[in-house]
C-alpha cells in the first residue's frame, strides 16, 4: 500500500515516501485488521521515531526542570529548551529568540493574543476584522474581547470557492479597524491566503495582523519577518511533535509593551507583597514551569522537517493533493467544499444522502481514518449549507495507494448505503 506510483505523480529530486514512511512506527499499525490509512493529518499528526526517541531521551536521563536549579539534570533541560528556541526562531525566520513563545498550542496563543495585546489596546467602537474561513480559536476570543470592550466584530465572507475575495476584504478595512485575525491555510477547506499581500492591506489602516498558522507550517515554508505578520500562533502537534505545545511569534516591539498574560513562577523577576516586576521575554508570558519534554520533542520535530525541505515537502503534497482531488471529485454524487486555486492538503467533501459520520465509521472499519463534523469551523458549514463533512487531510507520508483506498472506501459505502 505504501508505494507511490511514479507515472501518477512526480516526487520531488530526492523525496522517498517509502523510506519516509519507515521513519513513523504507527503506519505499521493494523486497525480492525486492515493496514492503516491516516488522513486525518488536520487534526494531528503522526510523530516520526526521531520525536518519540527525544521524549524518551528526556524522561530516562535528564528529567528536571528548568531555569531554577544549578544540578546537572536541570542545566542539561534548559539548555536543550534553549536549543529548542532557538530552531523554532530560525524555523519562523524570527529576529529574535525573545519573540518566540511557548505555549500550549496555536489556541493558547491566539488567546494569549486576544486577552494581552486585544485588552490593552481595543475601546469601544474599534473593530476587530475575521474572516470567514476561521477556527472556532480565532474567533470566539476576539468575540469575548469585543463583549468585554463595546468593540465590533466584522467579517469579511468567503466566496462559493472558499477564498477570501480581496476586494471585499479591502473594502472591509476602516480607521476603525485595529486587530485583522486570519488563518494562514483554512482546516476545513484547505484554501491559502495570500497572507503577506493582506497583511499590507491591513497595515495600510494602521490594523495589527494575527495570523492562525496552524495548518500552514507543515506544508510550507513560513517566514514571519517577509510576511510582516505582527503575531503568528501554530501547534507542535500538527507539525509531526507532541501535543501540549506551539509557539506564538510576536514583534519584539509589541511583546515588550503587552501585559502578562498569566501570573505565577518564571514570569517574574522578583515578587514582594506590594509589586511583581516581570521578567524579561520571552519568559514574561510563560508563567509556571512549561511542557520541557513537548519543547525537546518540538525542537526534534523541526529538526526532522527541515532535514526532508519544506520545499519538497510543499512539492509532493500539492503533486498528491491534485491526484486526490481529481480522482475523488470523479466518483458520483460527492461534492467537494473549497475549490480555491491555492490549497492546502485537504479535501472536504459531502456525499448524497450520507451522513459525514456514518461515512467516517464505515471508513474507519477499512481502516482509513478521516475526520467528520464541523472541524470546529462551522461558518464554514454555514456557508455552504451543511451540517457537517467528511475530511480527508494529507501529510507528506501520504500515498497515492492510500488515496486510492480512500477511493475504494467511499465507493464500498456508496453501495452500501444505496
Keep these: 500500500m505504501s508505494s507511490v506510483r511514479a507515472e501518477v505523480i512526480e516526487a520531488p529530486a530526492g523525496f522517498d515516501v517509502d523510506r519516509i514512511r519507515e521513519d513513523f512506527p504507527i503506519l505499521r499499525e493494523l486497525v480492525h485488521g486492515k493496514p492503516l490509512v491516516y488522513l486525518d493529518n488536520a487534526a494531528t499528526t503522526q510523530k516520526p521515531q526521531a520525536v518519540i526517541d527525544a521524549l524518551v531521551d528526556y524522561y530516562t536521563h535528564y528529567n528536571a526542570n528548568v531555569h531554577r536549579a544549578v544540578h546537572l539534570l536541570s542545566t542539561r533541560a534548559t539548555e536543550a529548551c534553549d536549543r529548542a528556541r532557538e530552531k523554532a526562531r530560525k524555523f519562523m525566520h524570527a529576529r529574535s529568540t525573545n519573540e518566540i513563545i511557548f505555549v500550549r498550542g496555536a489556541t493558547q496563543g491566539l488567546n494569549l493574543v ?16 475575521v474572516s470567514g474561513l476561521e477556527h472556532h480559536s480565532n474567533i470566539v476570543p476576539w468575540q469575548m474581547l469585543c463583549l468585554e470592550k463595546g468593540a465590533h466584530l466584522k467579517v469579511v465572507h468567503i466566496d462559493d470557492s472558499g477564498v ?30 495570500p497572507i503577506a499581500y493582506m497583511t499590507e492591506l491591513a497595515h495600510r489602516v494602521g490594523a495589527k495582523v494575527v495570523v492562525d498558522g496552524a495548518q500552514a507550517v507543515p506544508h510550507m515554508p513560513v517566514d514571519v519577518r517577509a510576511l510582516d505578520v505582527d503575531f503568528y500562533a501554530f501547534s507542535g502537534h500538527k507539525l509531526f511533535g507532541p501535543t501540549g505545545i506551539g ?31 516581570y521578567n524579561t521575554l520571552p519568559y514574561k508570558f510563560e508563567a509556571g514551569t512549561p511542557d520541557i519534554a513537548g519543547i525537546i520533542g518540538l525542537g526534534a520535530a523541526i529538526d526532522y522537517v527541515n532535514q526532508i525541505g519544506l520545499d519538497r515537502i510543499a512539492a509532493y503534497e500539492a503533486e498528491l493533493l491534485k491526484y486526490a482531488t481529481h480522482v475523488v471529485q470523479q466518483l458520483p454524487g460527492v461534492r467537494i467544499l473549497g475549490q480555491a486555486p491555492e490549497k492546502a492538503s485537504v479535501i472536504s467533501f459531502v456525499l448524497e444522502d450520507i451522513h459525514p459520520h456514518d461515512i467516517g465509521t464505515f ?22 449549507q451543511v451540517a457537517a463533512t467528511t475530511r480527508a487531510s494529507f501529510a507528506f507520508y501520504n500515498t497515492v495507494a492510500e488515496v486510492d483506498a480512500l477511493v475504494a472506501g467511499i465507493r464500498k459505502v456508496q453501495e452500501f448505503f444505496a
Design 114 to 129: 486576544a486577552q494581552s495585546f486585544g485588552r490593552a489596546n481595543l475601546k469601544a467602537g474599534d473593530e476587530v476584522l
Design 247 to 277: 509557539v506564538l511569534y510576536g514583534k519584539q516591539a509589541l511583546l515588550d509593551a503587552m501585559p502578562p498574560f498569566e501570573g505565577g513562577g518564571d514570569m517574574i523577576r522578583s515578587v514582594t507583597f506590594e509589586k511583581t516586576e
Design 363 to 384: 471508513l474507519d472499519q477499512l481502516g482509513i481514518a478521516v475526520r467528520t463534523g464541523h472541524h470546529c469551523a462551522q461558518p464554514v458549514m454555514d456557508r455552504f
Design 164 to 193: 477570501i475575495p480581496l476586494a471585499d476584504f479591502e473594502a472591509a478595512l476602516t480607521e476603525r479597524t485595529k486587530v485583522v485575525a486570519l488563518a494562514h491555510v483554512s482546516n476545513a477547506l484547505g484554501t491559502v491566503n
